[in-house]
């Protein structure tokens, strides 16, 4: 069979030009949020379409320290090739760091450190997916997840989520009609919804799966930052051999230092390392000694609580907001962690509409249409508060309050 390929004509000095691609990068989208940041780096635009930690809330002092120690002592070997594992001690952390919070254990010999959490969607679709492979994932979904598996082809399921998890009966029903190669879920604060499961839901959840041939990627970018420090359980506790566990160093150190790490049963594990090994050898050697140098030495959970503390007040304000100054009939989620509130308008309300006419007023929104692998949520928008002062969350809702309020009466 002969290879399919698509031809784009490329803009500006070659646009007579046909580019040959591989057939994956026509059925991957765009990311869509690169496309809207780009339209709101306007320095007077306040945003809520971006998911960026709120930046003083970076340590950069401590890391500073930490670079500083790690060069000085062992620079030539923190500056020279690594395993593709990552580097040993800290994963010995994040296994112990699993072990105290959640009760879990974990080997470090299941942890893989990678470049970002965003790495390990990229490798868990390189290892798992086939074309025409049937995959399932929250409605609306993490778009990351989406662009990431959409590269290996699958057929998407989308479940629909509700307050307290996805929902049972439609997902019952897509395991019967389909092998259901992986279901990908955030149960902690997920992105972009702002939904945490239930600890009853991930029971179900685990009932329902266990013993079938599907596995659960948890991905679990947010599970720190839960306002109230509860940890609910990871599926992994319920789903042994079938669990793999994605995480980050991003929201809770420094997303520029690109860590992330990804919990598999060993067969999984033997796969990932080869497939990361064909893609960069290991991670930034140098991000990963001096993360750990960090954890070593500064309080990390200190550091967490004035997180969770700063977007727990930022998240409550413009929820409170939002119920204040909103039509009546505009709903919102009310997050109990993360970076996301998640927004849906009256149906004859169109938030790419909403879009346009907030960035005229100086405040972008992300609209949520991009997060439906099968359409759909033309309705519904995610605002970001962990990146916004609360004066810029007040004059922002405000802004955009009167944007939907015109839009409601049209
Ligand atoms: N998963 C989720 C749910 C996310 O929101 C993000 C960041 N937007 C990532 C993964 C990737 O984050 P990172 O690569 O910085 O760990």
Redesign the pocket.
């Known amino acids: 069979m002969s290879q399919q390929t698509h031809s784009v004509t490329g803009p500006g000095a070659c646009s007579g030009r046909q580019y040959r691609f591989a057939s994956r990068m026509a059925k991957t989208p765009k990311s869509f949020i690169r496309e809207i940041l780009k339209v709101t780096e306007d320095p007077q635009i306040i945003s809520f379409a971006g ?1 960026l930690p709120n930046p003083g809330l970076i340590d950069v002092d401590g890391i500073a320290r930490a670079t500083a120690s790690v060069l000085a002592q062992d620079g030539h070997s923190a500056l020279q090739y690594a395993t593709t594992e990552g580097y040993l001690p800290l994963r010995q952390f994040i296994a112990d760091r699993y072990k105290k919070r959640l009760g879990l254990s974990i080997s470090p010999d299941e942890i893989l450190i990678t ?5 390990c ?1 990229d490798l868990i679709g390189k290892v798992l997916i086939n074309p025409g492979d049937h995959v399932a994932i929250e409605r609306p979904g ?1 778009l ?2 989406i662009q990431a598996f959409s590269l290996y082809e699958p057929q998407f399921h989308p479940i629909i989520l509700h307050e307290d998890g996805p929902d049972m009966a439609q997902f019952a029903q897509e395991l019967d009609k389909n092998p259901i190669r992986l279901f990908y879920g ?1 149960p902690n604060s ?2 972009p919804s702002g939904i945490t499961y239930s600890e009853n839901r991930r029971r179900e959840i685990g009932a329902l799966l266990a013993g079938r041939d599907t596995l659960f990627i948890e ?1 679990d ?2 599970g720190e930052l839960s306002f109230d420090g509860t940890a609910l359980p990871s599926m992994r506790q319920f789903l042994p051999e079938q669990a793999i566990i ?1 995480g ?4 809770i150190l420094a ?1 520029g230092m ?3 790490w990804v919990v598999a049963p060993p067969p999984i594990m033997d796969q990932l390392i080869i497939a990361k090994q064909a893609s960069d050898l290991h991670s930034n050697y140098l991000s990963q000694r001096i993360a750990y140098e960090y954890l070593l030495h500064e309080d990390i959970d200190e550091r967490i609580a004035g997180i969770r503390e700063a977007y727990k007040q930022q998240s409550g304000l413009m929820v409170s907001l939002i119920q204040e100054m909103m039509p009546e009939s505009v709903t919102c989620t009310h997050p109990k962690g993360g ?1 996301f509130v998640w927004m849906t308008l009256p149906e004859k309300v169109s938030s790419m509409e909403v879009f346009e006419n907030a960035i005229r007023d100086h405040v972008a929104v992300l609209p949520g249409t991009p997060f439906y692998v099968d359409g759909g949520g033309n309705n519904t928008l995610r605002i970001n508060f962990s990146n916004a002062t609360p004066d810029k969350i007040r004059t922002g809702i405000e802004r955009l309050a009167c944007v939907i309020h015109a839009l409601e009466k049209r």
């Open positions: 998911g470049n970002g959490s965003q790495q969607l993490y990351g997840a955030v997920q992105n991905d970018a947010y994605t980050s160093f991003s929201k997303p690109r860590l992330g970076m």
